[in-house]
C-alpha cells in the first residue's frame, strides 16, 4: 500500500496532470486510486469526460473527509495518489501529507518557481516529527528543451534543498489533448508514447524505493 501526494504551492504546474496520468501508468502494475482533494475538481471532471467504459484508474472527489476518504480506499488498493490545490498550506495538502510516504511536486522551469520550492521544504521539515517515512521528490515538469531555462535546469535544481527526480517530463502537446480526450498519455496510442515513457521512468523511480 502506498499514498502518493502530487503538491505544490503554484497553480498550473501540472499536479492533476501528473497524478492522472501516474495512477494509469501504476494501474497497469496494481489496483489505483485517485483522490481528487482540489476543490477545483479538475480530475474528477476529467475522468467525467472519459465516460463510464473509459480504460482509466478510479476517482473519487474529497476536498472535505480527506482522512477518512484515504482510510476507506487503502484497504482496497495497492496505491492511492492523491492530487491537491495549488496551496502547501490548504488543510487538504497538509492531510495529505500527513497521510503520505510519497510526496511528488512538479516544478516548472522557471526561477520563481524554483525559488518557491526552498519554502516547500521547510513545510515539509515542520511536518516531518508527525510523518518521519515521507519522501518528497521535486519533478521537473513541463521541460522545453531547447530553452536555454530548460537547459540550466539540472544545474539550478541540484542547489535546491530537495531531491530532484531523474525523471523528466518535457512539455508536450498530447497532455492537454489527453484532457480534452478525457484519458491520459497511456490510452493514447503511439501520440502518447514519449509522455507515457516518461511517466513510467518516474514510476520506476518512486518504486525502486519502495
Ligand atoms: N507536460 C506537459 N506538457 C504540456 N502541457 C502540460 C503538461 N503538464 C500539464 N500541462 C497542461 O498545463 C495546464 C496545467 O496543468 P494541470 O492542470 O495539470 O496543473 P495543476 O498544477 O494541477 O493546476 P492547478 O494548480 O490549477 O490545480 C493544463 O492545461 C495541462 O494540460
Ligand atoms: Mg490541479
Known amino acids: 500500500m502506498s499514498i502518493i501526494a502530487v503538491v505544490g504551492n503554484k497553480g498550473g504546474t501540472g499536479k492533476t496532470t501528473l497524478a492522472l496520468n501516474l495512477a494509469a501508468g501504476l494501474s497497469r502494475r496494481d489496483s489505483v486510486v485517485v483522490i481528487d482533494a482540489d476543490p477545483q475538481q479538475s480530475a474528477y471532471q476529467w475522468r ?49 501529507l500527513r497521510l503520505a510516504e510519497q510526496a511528488l511536486i512538479p516544478v516548472q522551469p522557471s526561477p520563481m518557481d524554483l525559488w518557491a520550492t526552498t519554502h516547500i521544504a521547510r513545510i515539509l521539515e515542520r511536518l516531518r516529527p508527525d510523518n518521519p517515512r515521507l519522501r518528497a521528490l521535486i519533478v521537473m515538469s513541463q521541460i522545453e528543451p531547447r530553452t536555454t531555462l530548460s537547459r540550466l535546469m ?57
Open 48 to 96: 467525467l469526460v472519459g465516460g463510464d467504459g473509459a480504460d482509466l484508474p478510479a476517482v473519487v472527489a474529497a476536498a472535505h473527509g480527506l482522512e477518512q476518504t484515504v482510510a476507506a480506499l487503502r484497504e482496497t488498493h495497492r496505491h492511492v495518489v492523491i492530487d491537491c490545490p495549488p496551496s502547501i498550506k490548504a488543510p487538504q495538502t497538509e492531510v495529505a
Open 154 to 210: 539540472p544545474e539550478a535544481a541540484a542547489e535546491l534543498d530537495l531531491p530532484v527526480a531523474t525523471a523528466a517530463l518535457r512539455r508536450r502537446a498530447i497532455h492537454r489533448h489527453c484532457v480534452l480526450e478525457g484519458r491520459t498519455v497511456f490510452q493514447a496510442g503511439r501520440r502518447g508514447s514519449a509522455a507515457a515513457a516518461e511517466i513510467d521512468s518516474l514510476i520506476t523511480e518512486i518504486l525502486d524505493h519502495d
